[in-house]
């Protein structure tokens, strides 16, 4: 079956710009995590959606923000764009325990 | 906070030996789940040990659990190339938390 899917894979961007990241979970997961990958700061937890609702929410400013689809599909924005924002964003779904990830989608801001 | 904290923060070893690493959590859990991430991809599920479990298997790797403690290890027997990554240990709470990882890498 098919895997956890991010588009794009690679994505530049310039300060103060948005950006918008997709994640297709596995068939049948409903829920859907997103987590923000830097070298400094480790994987951090960004937020959860089950069956549509934020279940979850880590310690990211209000310009981080999501979304998931009737279709468990899930995307996230990221607003006002700052340098600080560079990171791999992963994306895992799951069917209740064990979380399968995406490939990440590599953010660089300039 | 984190609540998974990897030791060491990086092992090398010879192609053959075995690898060892350890994670500490603050709180207690329901599972406790190992996985492996190659440069720049994303995490791979190894094994997930249930908080009334002590020990499992999954080929060549083997997990401990000691919930009095509040720790966890990972063994990798007879390393391979293939097996470096970094390796992160992460608790289910009411939301899965990662550690920063330990960077394993085998040397030919």
């Given at each position: 079956?098919?895997?956890?899917?991010?588009?794009?894979?690679?994505?530049?961007?310039?300060?103060?710009?948005?950006?918008?990241?997709?994640c297709?979970?596995?068939?049948?997961?409903?829920?859907?995590?997103?987590?923000?990958?830097?070298?400094?700061?480790?994987?951090?937890?960004?937020?959860?959606?089950?069956?549509?609702?934020?279940?979850?929410?880590?310690?990211?400013?209000?310009?981080?923000?999501?979304?998931?689809?009737?279709?468990?599909?899930?995307?996230?924005?990221?607003?006002?764009?700052?340098?600080g924002?560079?990171?791999?964003?992963?994306?895992?779904?799951?069917?209740?325990?064990?979380?399968?990830?995406g490939?990440?989608?590599?953010?660089?801001?300039? | 906070s984190?609540?998974?904290?990897?030791?060491?923060?990086?092992?090398?070893?010879?192609?053959?030996?075995?690898?060892?690493?350890?994670?500490?959590?603050?709180?207690?859990?329901?599972?406790?789940?190992?996985?492996?991430?190659?440069?720049?991809?994303?995490?791979?599920h190894?094994?997930?040990?249930?908080?009334?479990?002590?020990?499992?298997?999954?080929?060549?790797?083997?997990?401990?659990?000691?919930?009095?403690?509040?720790?966890?290890?990972?063994?990798?027997?007879?390393?391979?190339?293939?097996?470096?990554?970094?390796?992160?240990?992460?608790?289910?709470?009411?939301?899965?938390?990662?550690?920063?990882?330990?960077?394993?890498?085998?040397?030919?």
């Amino acid at each position: 079956k098919a895997g956890v899917t991010q588009t794009p894979r690679y994505l530049i961007k310039t300060r103060g710009q948005q950006v918008t990241l997709s994640c297709s979970p596995i068939s049948g997961h409903r829920s859907v995590s997103w987590y923000q990958q830097t070298p400094g700061q480790g994987l951090q937890f960004l937020f959860e959606y089950f069956s549509e609702t934020q279940r979850n929410k880590g310690n990211f400013p209000g310009r981080f923000s999501g979304r998931q689809f009737s279709n468990s599909r899930s995307e996230m924005n990221v607003s006002t764009l700052e340098l600080g924002d560079s990171a791999l964003y992963l994306c895992a779904s799951s069917p209740g325990y064990g979380y399968t990830f995406g490939s990440g989608t590599r953010l660089t801001v300039v | 906070s984190q609540q998974g904290e990897e030791d060491p923060q990086a092992l090398s070893i010879q192609e053959g030996e075995n690898a060892t690493m350890n994670c500490s959590y603050k709180t207690s859990i329901n599972n406790l789940q190992w996985y492996r991430q190659n440069s720049g991809r994303g995490l791979v599920h190894l094994i997930l040990i249930r908080s009334n479990e002590r020990e499992k298997h999954s080929g060549r790797l083997r997990v401990t659990l000691d919930t009095s403690k509040k720790s966890s290890s990972l063994l990798i027997t007879a390393s391979r190339a293939a097996d470096t990554a970094s390796y992160f240990c992460a608790t289910d709470d009411d939301k899965i938390i990662f550690g920063k990882g330990t960077r394993l890498h085998i040397l030919p």
